[in-house]
């Protein structure tokens, strides 16, 4: 996110997928990574600390992310985004797949589909558990830490639905 104008300037015929997941739900999630992975080398990991760290440098992310895109749009590379919900890819990922094609004018051969089909039927989400991550009980992370400009002007913007 934060080099979408190095990524067109290097390639510019570059077409981005970019998934829209609401603030809350990432924050959870990268939080989450973090803190594991953190854990297996060291035995010093503050989950509190890294939540609020995460919630700074994605904030800025987006901030970044999001004028960059106002850029590229003055520019004429609208179309160059296709914009995807998380949670549709999650509930249905194969209208994804496909609206992806579509956006970008690429056809989706019949013997691809079947293989995703395959995948989709074989790896259904939460295959292994659901994981168990609050923000306010796991990283003591109230509701208004999250009420940052970038966070709420991208929710806003480009998250439809709850998916928190």
Request: net charge positive; hydrophobic share 40%; charged share 25%.
């Amino acid at each position: 996110l934060m080099m979408l104008t190095g990524i067109f300037k290097q390639y510019p015929d570059a077409q981005i997928i970019w998934t829209h997941r609401h603030p809350k739900a990432v924050m959870k999630s990268i939080s989450a990574l973090i803190v594991k992975l953190g854990g297996i080398v060291s035995d010093s990991i503050n989950p509190y600390e890294t939540a609020k760290q995460q919630i700074m440098n994605n904030n800025a992310a987006i901030a970044k992310a999001l004028a960059d895109r106002a850029l590229l749009e003055q520019k004429g590379l609208g179309s160059r985004f296709c914009d995807v919900q998380f949670e549709t890819l999650c509930n249905d990922p194969l209208r994804v797949v496909r609206d992806i094609y579509k956006h970008f004018n690429k056809s989706l051969e019949d013997h691809v589909v079947s293989k995703m089909e395959n995948y989709v039927v074989n790896n259904a989400r939460f295959k292994h558990g659901k994981p168990v991550v609050d923000l306010k009980n796991t990283f003591n992370v109230e509701p208004e830490d999250l009420k940052l400009g970038a966070f709420e002007a991208y929710a806003r913007d480009f998250v439809r639905g709850d998916s928190t």
